[in-house]
């Protein structure tokens, strides 16, 4: 598909004319394997504000972990992808962070855009037992994740080194477009945690760059 080329458009793909989900964003869709007749629907859509713009990220809290990670309570692999099966990212291996935090906002490889009214699927792998997962999204670019609706993800039941954890968030209509930062953090038991503290001594957590893209 092409579309008008004007600045602030993109393409976005759906499996329905009226209602339908988001398969994908982007100048073309490679379709699964069919067996049988099937159509998609695609708009150009300008975002909101064109531009989520390149200035700094705001500055936030570090994660504060007093044993940290050194016990493999740790977040080994993140993978996430778009409700087609795109991923996003894919941040493998990484194994313990110095102080049980690292920042990764600043590796272009490992940001992602994220649409409003959207679903977005994940798997982490952790370390050996009791391992509980929460996402927070600063969909305000308040430089906090503690406002409502940021926590987009929290784990229900305990991980382990053979149970990864899988799950999905969803974005909210109303976003606006901009840059901001999603946080990423695994904690060994169920105790009470907020993006920079928790009850517990053992985790880890990682930031990533992410790009809101709001529709009109």
Known sequence: AQGSGTFGAQLYWFDAAVDGNLITIGD???TPEITQTSSYWVAEVFVEQGSAGSGPLPTYCTPI???GCGLSDYIDDFILEDNSGTTLISHLGTGCSANAYEDFTGDASLSANLVANSTYNFEATHGPSS???RIWIDFDGNGDFEDDGELVYESTS???TTVPTFGSFDIPQDIVTRNTVMRVKTTWS????????????WGEAHDYKVTLIGAD
């Open 28 to 30: 073309s869709y490679t």
């Open 65 to 67: 972990f007093s044993s």
């Open 131 to 133: 391992q509980y997962i």
């Open 158 to 160: 305990a991980g382990s």
């Open 190 to 201: 169920t105790g009470a945690s907020n993006s920079c503290t928790q009850s517990g001594s």
